[in-house]
């Protein structure tokens, strides 16, 4: 038994319009499994793919109502390709955001709807990620975080201190997933981690076991809905999607 992650997903007043930004963000396509979500997918994915991690942007009523921490921090692969990707943000949409980081070597800015992520300058160890680098949680325990998302996902620990924790897919590729401790983990933005059993697998069987780990259930007003939505030992949401 095991889950992949598969997607990260926004809350948005408008799915499309989100969407759209993400879409050209990433250089990458949009479809749609029905009305209020656009998904955002690499151009060419073939479902189900064991180590792609989409983004879903669902419109919900109030979408300021809902709080996640997770972010994105986007690959570049020069200074220059960096300048020119902030640049491109910009006309899209984004703006620049200042949530204290001070004076860093990375652009940290926020789409349309104010969801914040970070454009990275050139680093090595992103230089195959695709256009994604990480999906990063902050917390307050990265070695606690590790130690449930290791179990939970068939995800390759890398790295873990007291201070950051780094997964990736087993097979070695697509986006990182990380933990980050800060000193003030009331940072919310609207984003949250999706999971999928395998085809074959059971949603109830891997939910048990999530429990098992420490994973608790928890009622965001999702009311009967195919998904199981969960939270993690800090108190982070996130859905157990049926296998596929």
């Given at each position: 038994?095991?889950?992949?992650?598969?997607?990260?997903?926004?809350?948005?007043?408008?799915?499309?319009?989100?969407?759209?930004?993400?879409?050209?963000?990433?250089?990458?396509?949009?479809?749609?499994?029905?009305?209020?979500?656009?998904?955002?997918?690499?151009?060419?994915?073939?479902?189900?793919?064991?180590?792609?991690?989409?983004?879903?942007?669902?419109?919900?009523?109030?979408?300021?109502?809902?709080?996640?921490?997770?972010?994105?921090?986007?690959?570049?692969?020069?200074?220059?390709?960096?300048?020119?990707?902030?640049?491109?943000?910009?006309?899209?949409?984004?703006?620049?955001?200042?949530?204290?980081?001070?004076?860093?070597?990375?652009?940290?800015?926020?789409?349309?709807?104010?969801?914040?992520?970070?454009?990275?300058?050139?680093?090595?160890?992103?230089?195959?990620?695709?256009?994604?680098?990480?999906?990063?949680?902050?917390?307050?325990?990265?070695?606690?975080?590790?130690?449930?998302?290791n179990g939970a996902i068939d995800w390759t620990?890398?790295?873990?201190?007291?201070?950051?924790?780094?997964?990736?897919?087993?097979?070695?590729?697509?986006?990182?997933?990380?933990?980050?401790?800060?000193?003030?983990?009331?940072?919310?933005?609207?984003?949250?981690?999706?999971?999928?059993?395998?085809?074959?697998?059971?949603?109830?069987?891997?939910?048990?076991?999530?429990?098992?780990?420490?994973?608790?259930?928890?009622?965001?007003?999702?009311?009967?809905?195919?998904?199981?939505?969960?939270?993690?030992?800090?108190?982070?949401?996130?859905?157990?999607?049926?296998?596929?």
């Amino acid at each position: 038994m095991a889950l992949r992650l598969v997607q990260v997903n926004f809350k948005a007043r408008d799915d499309s319009v989100l969407g759209r930004f993400w879409a050209d963000a990433l250089g990458w396509g949009v479809s749609s499994e029905g009305p209020g979500v656009t998904n955002v997918e690499p151009p060419g994915m073939v479902l189900p793919d064991p180590v792609a991690v989409c983004v879903d942007v669902v419109t919900v009523p109030d979408p300021e109502a809902v709080k996640y921490r997770a972010h994105l921090d986007l690959a570049t692969s020069s200074l220059a390709h960096q300048a020119e990707l902030v640049a491109r943000l910009k006309a899209l949409g984004a703006t620049s955001a200042d949530i204290g980081q001070g004076d860093v070597p990375w652009a940290v800015l926020a789409d349309p709807e104010g969801n914040v992520f970070c454009v990275l300058e050139p680093r090595t160890i992103y230089a195959d990620t695709g256009p994604i680098a990480a999906v990063v949680v902050s917390c307050t325990d990265p070695r606690t975080m590790a130690r449930f998302w290791n179990g939970a996902i068939d995800w390759t620990l890398h790295e873990v201190t007291d201070d950051f924790a780094r997964l990736r897919s087993a097979a070695g590729v697509g986006p990182y997933l990380e933990f980050v401790r800060v000193p003030d983990v009331t940072m919310w933005t609207r984003v949250h981690l999706d999971l999928r059993p395998y085809l074959r697998d059971d949603q109830a069987g891997e939910v048990a076991r999530l429990r098992s780990l420490g994973a608790m259930d928890t009622d965001i007003g999702q009311g009967d809905v195919p998904w199981v939505v969960l939270t993690d030992p800090e108190g982070n949401e996130f859905c157990v999607l049926t296998p596929g």
